[in-house]
């Protein structure tokens, strides 16, 4: 009986710990609230919300200082987002994933073989 009690009481504390937090509906308080994101990039926020909400985590990287995407990246997996999107990465960049040579592992084998014949 206590057992269940105790889990039914903890449901609610565990869901409300991973609530996402909207960049663009959230107070400076709750903004801080995520692991990683101080005042004063919370400030930032809110003063660059004020000209205009967050269209999505390109606008947010672009307007905000200090966001990137790596650190994007880490706000999003705390819980923040912008307008219920969570960061999915940097957009692939015009011809990227074309060959471009020997892959890393290529050069490392060929490297390897060359280093093993000079021996």
């Not at 947010?60 to 200090?66: F, Q, T």
């Amino acid at each position: 009986m206590l057992i269940r009690l105790l889990a039914t009481l903890a449901v609610p504390v565990s869901i409300s710990a991973f609530a996402a937090v909207d960049v663009n509906n959230a107070s400076q308080a709750e903004l801080e609230s995520i692991t990683g994101l101080g005042p004063a990039t919370a400030s930032l926020i809110v003063d660059e919300r004020r000209k205009g909400p967050f269209r999505n985590w390109t606008d947010l990287i672009g307007r905000v200082k200090g966001v990137g995407e790596r650190s994007a990246a880490r706000l999003s997996a705390e819980g923040l987002t912008v307008d219920g999107a969570s960061y999915r990465g940097p957009a692939a960049k015009p011809g990227a994933g074309q060959a471009q040579g020997a892959t890393a592992d290529q050069r490392g084998a060929t490297d390897t073989a060359a280093s093993a014949t000079r021996k």
